[in-house]
């Protein structure tokens, strides 16, 4: 029988600042695939956290003149908030400074030092004093600190290492057998140009420079490196090598974990390695998405065009800040977000397409039925078999596009739907066949109309789901006609089911200029 649990990944977030919505949209995507796959019939579990240790995160606690413990904690207060906002279903959330996680850390390091996967030896590098961070030839600008212009210095210290050459020819192996472990297969393309075939070097993972992480169990005054300390995360936080290793034995290996673009090395080199070095099994999938750009580039407070998503949201709501995220991106590259892009969408397809079918439908189900979906059809129009038909091969393609994770083309292929039933309603012309004497085929048109909204409303539930459920409350269509599988069938809107009396607007139509110079704003601020 097919394994019907998913376990499902973020990365885990650095809380040096506040998260815009490069990160918003990360969480968004992987809780959408989440509640698609709940839908889908799968028993889910959702990962998210912050990865909290590392050089980065003290000196930005010592620049607010607080402790790190102090700065994480607060961070991670926030965090918790916005995914709460965002109605994020995430089963669990992790910080690495957690002590379930930094006891499982050690032993997972004990077992590494004890297998020989981890030797000392010397990290030879330029360092500049002032930042405490070693560059190597080709990071430095000018021949100096690319951070703060100063001069390096060739240094070396005592360092642990992983011995990443011993798994090479074994992560090689590991590729050539699951040739899709990684989408999209560009960024496969990219690590394997860029790291494999020129052969891997042992990767440093002990630090003695600053003190915020994990100190090495054999030797404290290193502390462990913080991309071993933050891969970990997706199985201490199921309990791997703790006393309660139940969930771990239940979700591991992980079926998807959800990465940026540049993060895909860790998780494409290291994170096999370390866990083909502990004997466990592989996750099934990295997907790499892209990056939410600007139009000035990468988003950064002092060019001063970040974007917030507790702005999009408190202003146009929960739904259309995650419909804009979703249908943005696209699978394999980057995409732009500009304040009239957001707003247009908003426009055209929120409050146009999706939300006047509703409105269309409600008025007219009020005007000829008195609010009750005529059931029981017994004789169709002659678009009728076209729209079902449609409709039919336009879920089975939704459900295609959101298997192998194009959120976006899904979103865009629901759209058609929303277009082609729109076109059925001036096709029918429900006003006409109301004055006709045989009044069967409006009856048809009507059951049509509300049973597509019932299929779109089901579809959008993983990508808007307050709007979906608003959608089939307004339409009165009970949960019993709801699940996903339920789509695959016409005609079941149980018999005296009303519409509401006064359909109320799922979006509100907004003055563009007066938005596009609102969310503008906001970006300077
Ligand atoms: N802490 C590491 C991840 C460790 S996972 C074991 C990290 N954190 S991060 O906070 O810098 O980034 C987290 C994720 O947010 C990354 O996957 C990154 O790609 C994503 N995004 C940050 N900015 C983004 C955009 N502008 N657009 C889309 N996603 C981007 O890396």
Same mark, same amino acid.
């Given at each position: 029988?097919?394994?019907?649990? !998913?376990?499902?990944?973020?990365?885990?977030?650095?809380?040096?600042?506040?998260?815009?919505?490069?990160?918003?949209?990360?969480?968004?995507?992987?809780?959408?695939?989440?509640?698609?796959?709940?839908?889908?019939?799968? $028993?889910?579990?959702?990962?998210?956290?912050?990865?909290?240790?590392?050089?980065?995160?003290?000196?930005?606690?010592?620049? %607010?003149?607080?402790?790190?413990?102090?700065?994480? @904690?607060?961070?991670?207060?926030?965090?918790? *908030?916005?995914?709460?906002?965002? @109605? +994020?279903?995430?089963?669990?959330? +992790?910080?690495?400074? =957690?002590?379930?996680?930094?006891?499982?850390?050690? %032993?997972?390091?004990?077992? !590494?030092?004890?297998?020989?996967?981890?030797?000392?030896?010397?990290? =030879?590098?330029?360092?500049?004093?002032?930042?405490?961070?070693?560059?190597?030839?080709?990071?430095?600008?000018?021949?100096?600190?690319?951070?703060?212009?100063? *001069?390096?210095?060739?240094?070396?210290? *005592?360092?642990?290492?992983?011995?990443?050459?011993?798994?090479?020819?074994?992560?090689?192996?590991?590729?050539?057998?699951?040739?899709?472990?990684?989408?999209?297969?560009?960024?496969?393309?990219?690590?394997?140009?860029?790291?494999?075939?020129?052969?891997?070097? @042992?990767?440093?993972?002990?630090?003695?420079?600053?003190?915020?992480?994990?100190?090495?169990?054999?030797?404290?005054?290193?502390?462990?490196?913080?991309?071993?300390?933050?891969?970990?995360?997706? +199985?201490?936080?199921?309990?791997?090598?703790?006393? $309660?290793?139940?969930? !771990?034995?239940?979700?591991?290996?992980?079926?998807?974990?959800?990465?940026?673009?540049?993060?895909?090395?860790?998780?494409?080199?290291?994170?096999?390695?370390?866990?083909?070095?502990?004997?466990? /099994?592989?996750? %099934?999938?990295?997907?790499?998405?892209?990056?939410?750009?600007?139009?000035?580039?990468?988003?950064?407070?002092?060019?001063?065009?970040?974007?917030?998503?507790?702005?999009? &949201?408190?202003?146009?709501?929960?739904?259309?800040?995650?419909?804009?995220?979703?249908?943005?991106?696209?699978?394999?590259?980057?995409?732009? !977000?500009?304040?009239?892009?957001?707003?247009?969408?908003?426009?055209?397809?929120?409050?146009?397409?999706?939300?006047?079918?509703?409105?269309?439908?409600?008025?007219?189900?009020?005007?000829?039925?008195?609010?009750?979906?005529?059931?029981? &059809?017994?004789?169709?129009?002659?678009?009728?078999? #076209?729209?079902?038909?449609?409709?039919?091969?336009?879920?089975?393609?939704? #459900? /295609?596009?959101? @298997?192998?994770?194009?959120?976006?083309?899904?979103?865009?292929? +629901?759209?058609?739907?929303?277009?082609?039933?729109?076109?059925?309603?001036?096709?029918?012309?429900?006003?006409?066949?109301?004055?006709?004497?045989?009044?069967?085929?409006?009856?048809?048109?009507?059951?049509?109309?509300? *049973?597509?909204?019932?299929?779109?409303?089901?579809?959008?539930?993983?990508?808007?789901?307050?709007?979906?459920?608003?959608?089939? =409350?307004?339409?009165?269509?009970?949960?019993?006609?709801?699940?996903?599988?339920?789509?695959?069938?016409?005609?079941?809107?149980?018999?005296?089911?009303?519409?509401?009396?006064?359909? #109320?607007?799922?979006?509100?139509?907004?003055?563009?200029?007066?938005?596009?110079?609102?969310?503008?704003?906001?970006?300077?601020?």
């Amino acid at each position: 029988m097919e394994n019907k649990k !998913f376990y499902i990944t973020t990365p885990i977030y650095y809380p040096s600042g506040k998260f815009h919505i490069g990160t918003a949209y990360a969480t968004t995507l992987t809780d959408c695939i989440r509640r698609y796959k709940k839908a889908r019939g799968y $028993d889910t579990y959702m990962l998210t956290g912050l990865d909290e240790h590392g050089q980065k995160i003290q000196s930005v606690a010592e620049k %607010k003149g607080v402790t790190p413990q102090e700065h994480v @904690d607060e961070m991670a207060e926030k965090a918790k *908030e916005l995914w709460n906002l965002m @109605d +994020i279903g995430n089963n669990d959330f +992790i910080r690495t400074t =957690e002590e379930r996680h930094m006891k499982s850390v050690e %032993k997972i390091v004990d077992l !590494f030092l004890k297998n020989g996967d981890i030797y000392k030896g010397t990290y =030879e590098g330029l360092y500049c004093m002032p930042c405490e961070n070693y560059f190597t030839e080709t990071q430095l600008v000018d021949g100096k600190c690319p951070d703060c212009g100063r *001069e390096v210095k060739k240094m070396q210290e *005592e360092s642990y290492f992983f011995n990443m050459k011993k798994y090479e020819n074994w992560l090689k192996e590991f590729y050539a057998e699951n040739p899709q472990f990684i989408e999209p297969e560009s960024r496969k393309t990219e690590i394997f140009n860029n790291f494999i075939n020129p052969g891997l070097e @042992d990767l440093c993972i002990s630090r003695a420079t600053f003190d915020w992480g994990i100190p090495m169990p054999n030797d404290p005054k290193h502390v462990l490196y913080v991309w071993l300390d933050a891969l970990t995360n997706y +199985i201490t936080a199921l309990g791997y090598m703790s006393d $309660d290793d139940t969930l !771990f034995k239940k979700y591991w290996p992980a079926d998807l974990h959800i990465v940026g673009k540049e993060i895909i090395r860790f998780h494409g080199i290291y994170w096999p390695i370390f866990l083909k070095a502990l004997g466990l /099994e592989m996750p %099934k999938k990295i997907y790499a998405h892209s990056w939410i750009v600007m139009k000035d580039g990468k988003m950064s407070k002092s060019v001063g065009n970040v974007i917030y998503p507790e702005t999009l &949201i408190e202003r146009y709501g929960l739904d259309a800040t995650k419909y804009y995220l979703l249908r943005l991106m696209s699978f394999a590259q980057d995409s732009m !977000f500009t304040p009239e892009d957001f707003v247009d969408r908003f426009n055209y397809d929120l409050a146009n397409d999706l939300g006047n079918l509703l409105n269309r439908t409600i008025g007219m189900m009020n005007k000829y039925y008195e609010g009750k979906i005529p059931t029981n &059809i017994t004789e169709k129009t002659e678009f009728d078999d #076209e729209l079902e038909n449609y409709t039919q091969t336009q879920i089975t393609k939704v #459900e /295609e596009l959101m @298997d192998s994770y194009h959120l976006s083309n899904a979103l865009s292929e +629901i759209w058609a739907i929303i277009g082609r039933t729109n076109k059925y309603i001036d096709e029918t012309a429900p006003w006409a066949l109301a004055k006709s004497e045989n009044k069967e085929p409006l009856k048809s048109v009507m059951n049509h109309l509300a *049973e597509n909204l019932r299929k779109i409303a089901i579809l959008l539930s993983p990508f808007m789901p307050q709007t979906s459920e608003k959608m089939l =409350e307004q339409l009165g269509i009970s949960n019993e006609v709801c699940s996903w599988d339920s789509m695959k069938q016409n005609d079941v809107i149980a018999e005296g089911t009303s519409v509401i009396e006064k359909g #109320e607007p799922l979006f509100v139509r907004l003055d563009r200029e007066e938005e596009i110079e609102f969310i503008k704003n906001a970006m300077k601020k």
